[in-house]
């Protein structure tokens, strides 16, 4: 007699909750994404502030560390939480974007958050915040984190600005120590046409009393400086209060009129990175309840990893990964593989949001590339390679398909070729997709979850 069930009914069970949870992970997710389309950004922190009254103030639940700036703000949010795991620190990091999947912006102790608790959390905000508090997606991401951190009592909350600073929806928050890694020109439709408004902007993090630590050179120096003098706020200037220098082969030097630590090293490439660095350790020596233990620096500088940041994911050729997605990060991206290559030919995989101006990015990988390939990042607001094409001069061809080109490009290039994949995270994130069988189911839940919004 055949038997009724193949498998055990438990195994049904569980694999049809699995099911049903997955569905509602992307309908969450659809539902966020549909918000984005629908209400756009608009900098304004009255409807954050009514909101996590309503929600108890999840904000305030941990010490935090507050980064903003134009470039580099990810690497040194991540530097951060890395020297503060070492520590043995519980750490929640919120970051954005994502490059693949979206559990990557809100992490606990160096793992993404579950779906579970995505799924539950949005709940939750919107049954306790009032219905006439429209909120944008990012800030409902934004409390998102908090209400997790909270939830998970972690010891420190690193949290990266999304856009600006002075309006941004993180900016709700009293930190124990405001960081500001440069400024440069960037989304000027919402932060200004001229770097002393940007730095302004990003400036308006500091807090009346709170420590700063800033990397800000020239006249956003200066406007950082007023802004931290005005609120009586003990600023810190990159060069001038402490230095990380040395030979980044060999061994590198931190050192501050309190410390000096030694020999050090950064899990992450480029040069850059000793400024991103520098920052993460004086804002920690600056932190009165969280401390700056050299151990931990040592540590948690030198197994730092952040993804999609000069990031080595093949060999023969050399193929590296780098969201710079502004003129400011193409043009330290561009020395640093010009360095690299050192006179072999390099190879470019190039896409773009359509806001940016990519013909100044365009010019700068001209300078180092013998090949420009075009492609599309799967986001709504990237630029049509054929458009830019058109728009330029040079040896550009075109191929939509990020997946497609990435694998032609490498598939093209020999031993001993450069391949630099660069103009924006989310073409990142569409090429490691591609590499990763992993990440690509993760990939395709997003692209569902767009589908199901109505921006596939």
């Known amino acids: 007699m055949r038997a009724l069930h193949t498998r055990p009914v438990g195994l049904d069970v569980r694999v049809a909750t699995d099911e049903m949870r997955a569905d509602a992970y992307e309908r969450t997710l659809a539902s966020l994404y549909a918000l984005e389309a629908r209400a756009g950004i608009d900098l304004r922190l009255d409807r954050v502030r009514r909101a996590v009254a309503a929600l108890g103030h999840p904000e305030r639940a941990a010490p935090a560390l507050h980064v903003a700036g134009t470039n580099g703000k990810g690497s040194t949010a991540a530097m951060l939480a890395a020297i503060l795991a070492a520590a043995g620190r519980r750490v929640g990091l919120y970051t954005s974007p994502h490059l ?114 800033s990397g800000a050179r020239g006249v956003a120096a200066a406007v950082v400086s007023e802004r931290a003098a005005a609120l009586s706020s003990p600023l810190s200037q990159l060069g001038r209060d402490f230095t990380l220098d040395g030979d980044p082969a060999a061994a590198l030097i931190y050192r501050s009129s309190g410390v000096t630590i030694a020999p050090l090293a950064i899990g992450l490439r480029g040069r850059h990175q000793q400024h991103n660095a520098a920052l993460a350790v004086r804002a920690l020596e600056s932190a009165a309840t969280i401390g700056c233990d050299p151990a931990a620096v040592r540590a948690g500088l030198a197994g730092v990893v952040w993804p999609g940041r000069l ?91 990020p997946a497609a080109a990435y694998r032609a490009l490498v598939a093209g290039s020999a031993p001993g070729d450069v391949v630099l994949v660069t103009g924006s995270l989310f073409l990142v994130g569409d090429v490691l997709a591609t590499i990763d069988p992993g990440l690509a189911a993760e990939a395709a839940r997003e692209r569902t979850a767009l589908r199901l919004a109505g921006r596939a």
Not at 113 to 139: H, K, N, Q, W, Y
Not at 158 to 183: C, F, H, M, Q, S
């Open 311 to 401: 990031q080595v994911v093949c060999r023969e050729p050399l193929v590296l990964l780098d969201g710079a997605h502004n003129c400011p990060g193409i043009e330290v991206v561009a020395a640093e593989v010009g360095s690299l290559a050192a006179g072999r030919p390099v190879r470019v995989l190039f896409g773009v949001m359509g806001d940016k101006d990519w013909r100044t990015m365009l010019r700068l990988l001209g300078a180092i590339a013998s090949e420009i390939v075009l492609t599309r990042p799967r986001h709504a607001r990237s630029a049509d390679p054929a458009m830019l094409a058109a728009a330029v001069d040079g040896r550009v061809s075109v191929e939509p398909d």
């Open 100 to 213: 693949v999947s979206f559990r990557e912006r809100i992490v606990v102790d160096g793992r993404p958050i579950d779906e579970s608790e995505v799924i539950e959390g949005v709940a939750r905000i919107r049954r306790d915040v009032p219905e006439d508090v429209a909120l944008t997606c990012f800030e409902l991401i934004t409390l998102l984190a908090w209400w997790i951190f909270a939830a998970r009592r972690v010891d420190v909350a690193v949290l990266e600005v999304g856009l600006g600073g002075r309006l941004d929806a993180t900016n709700v928050v009293v930190p124990e120590v405001a960081i500001i890694t440069n400024v440069g020109r960037d989304h000027e439709q919402y932060l200004g046409a001229d770097l002393a408004t940007i730095a302004a902007e990003k400036a308006g993090i500091i807090k009346p009393g709170v420590p700063v630590v």
